[in-house]
Nanobody, 122 residues
Framework: QVQLVESGGGLVQAGGSLRLSCVAS????????MGWYRQAPGKQRELVAR???????NYADSVKGRFTISRDNAKNTVYLQMNSLKPEDTAVYYC????????????????WGRGTQVTVSS
């Protein structure tokens, strides 16, 4: 099995920065895409940023130019650098990783982290 451990959340002032990290540990698997989602109270979960194994990235329009997603394949880690934070960025941020099991290529795996709280004060 695989576990996703998120870190880096916290409370910051508007205009500040945070760097989220997510480390996948446990069974080895072939990573396809890694990404970050967020969910604010009373709202549906939404995609924030995603990066493929080929380093193609996709960002929500609301974070383009402010957030940067990156990955370290050797460490099975994905990062989200968040700059110029706004109060509307406040949410629980969830790490997501998917890929194929190395023990059986016919098994496709999707994992979610437990979430880390990001709060941006005005």
């Amino acid at each position: 099995q695989v576990q996703l451990v998120e870190s880096g959340g916290g409370l910051v002032q508007a205009g500040g920065s945070l760097r989220l990290s997510c480390v996948a540990s446990g069974s080895i698997f072939s990573i396809n895409a890694m990404g970050w989602y967020r969910q604010a109270p009373g709202k549906q979960r939404e995609l924030v940023a995603r990066i493929t194994s080929g380093s193609t990235t996709n960002y929500a329009d609301s974070v383009k130019g402010r957030f940067t997603i990156s990955r370290d394949n050797a460490k099975n880690t994905v990062y989200l650098q968040m700059n110029s934070l706004k109060p509307e960025d406040t949410a629980v941020y969830y790490c997501n990783v998917d890929g194929r099991a190395t023990y059986n290529s016919g098994v496709y795996l999707v994992y979610w982290g437990r979430g880390t709280q990001v709060t941006v004060s005005s």
